[in-house]
């Protein structure tokens, strides 16, 4: 395992709530507010913003099978991008599974 593997999966591990992300991409953006519109305070990695965002998003692919952003992961486990945060937060079922009642 390198040291970007080792980094995102550590990541994943030690955080509640992280979000791969672009600064600058909509979908990113719409799955903070997701979050933020039930107050969870969330872990960020900004690929644009490191010098091994594209190796980090290859190690993404193989974890959820793709490269695309926003990749957000809740008490370990991938739950989808952007829109699919949206639904579950519309839903009210975003809170149920960080409070792993799912």
């Known amino acids: 395992m390198n040291s970007v ?3 995102v999966l550590d990541t994943i591990k030690s955080e509640k709530i992280v ?3 672009k600064s600058y991409c909509p979908f990113c953006k719409m799955a903070k507010e997701a979050f933020d519109k039930i107050n969870a305070s969330y872990f960020t ?3 644009d913003e490191r010098n091994d965002g ?3 998003q290859d190690i993404l ?3 959820t099978g793709a490269r695309s952003v926003p990749r957000v992961f809740v008490n370990e486990k991938f739950i989808g991008g ?3 945060v949206k639904k579950l937060q519309e839903k009210g079922e975003l809170q149920k599974i960080i ?3 799912t």
């Open 5 to 7: 593997e080792s980094f």
């Open 19 to 21: 979000i791969f992300s």
């Open 45 to 47: 990695v900004e690929l």
């Open 54 to 56: 594209e190796a980090i």
């Open 61 to 63: 692919l193989k974890l």
């Open 82 to 84: 952007g829109t699919d």
């Open 99 to 101: 409070s792993g009642e």
